[in-house]
Structure formats: C-alpha cells, structure tokens
C-alpha cells in the first residue's frame, strides 16, 4: 500500500486547512484509516481514525469538536478537515492505513504515508 498525503502549509490561528492522503496498491481497505503528527520535539502522537465505511470515527481530545476526518471509497482518498487550528496543532501530519486498535489504547499502524507540515502562526 502506496500513501499520498498532501494539503499542508502555513496558515494562521483560526484558519482552516484540508489534508489529503490517496491510498493506492494491494488491498488498501482493509483496517481502518487515520491521521497522526508529530510536533518538533515530541513523539508522534494519534489524532483520528476511521474506516474506508467512515461508519465509526475515533478523535485525540486534543483535536475533537475542531477536526473531521472523512474518506472517498471511489478516490480512495482520506481527508482530515482541520478547523479552528491553534498554534499547538503545528506538527509534521502522517496519513496511515491498515490501523488497528490495540487493547492498550494505542494504534497498530501497518502503513505511513510520507508526511506533511503544518504550521500555526500567531
């Protein structure tokens, strides 16, 4: 499985951006499907997941209420449409698929995409 992430930039606190994250190859639509980031400094952390169905959607607390990730079976395509941003949402975005749940609360991710930046300015 091959990931596309695109969409990143700079932009300012309140804005609104879109990524986009194409998945081609074998079987891209087992599992679920997500978005993770990683701020300079930090590990990377989870911020929201669903399946190619979208029938369920799971959020970081950090991003609920202001992000909404979506897919598009016949593209597909995953979205994470981020609202509101702030200037702690700035951090390197990473598309994943074939994620699992793991017992623990974390995720077993079985394929990255390759990254994309996103800055907050003030």
């Known amino acids: 499985v091959q990931l596309q992430a695109s969409g990143g930039g700079l932009v300012q606190a309140g804005d609104s951006l879109t990524l986009s994250c194409a998945a081609s190859?074998?079987?891209?639509?087992?599992?679920?499907v997500g978005w993770f980031r990683q701020a300079p400094g930090k590990e990377r952390e989870f911020v929201a997941a669903?399946?190619?169905?979208?029938?369920?959607?799971y959020y970081a607390d950090s991003v609920k209420g202001r992000f909404t990730i979506s897919t598009d079976n016949s593209k597909m395509t995953m979205y994470l449409q981020m609202n509101s941003l702030e200037l702690g949402d700035t951090a390197i975005y990473y598309c994943?698929?074939?994620?699992?749940?793991?017992?623990?609360?974390?995720?077993?991710?079985?394929?990255w995409g390759q990254g994309t930046q996103v800055t907050v300015s003030s």
């Open positions: 994943a698929a074939e994620l699992r749940p793991l017992d623990d609360g974390n995720w077993l991710v079985g394929y």
């Open positions: 669903t399946t190619w169905s979208g029938r369920n959607s």
């Open positions: 190859g074998r079987d891209a639509s087992n599992y679920g």
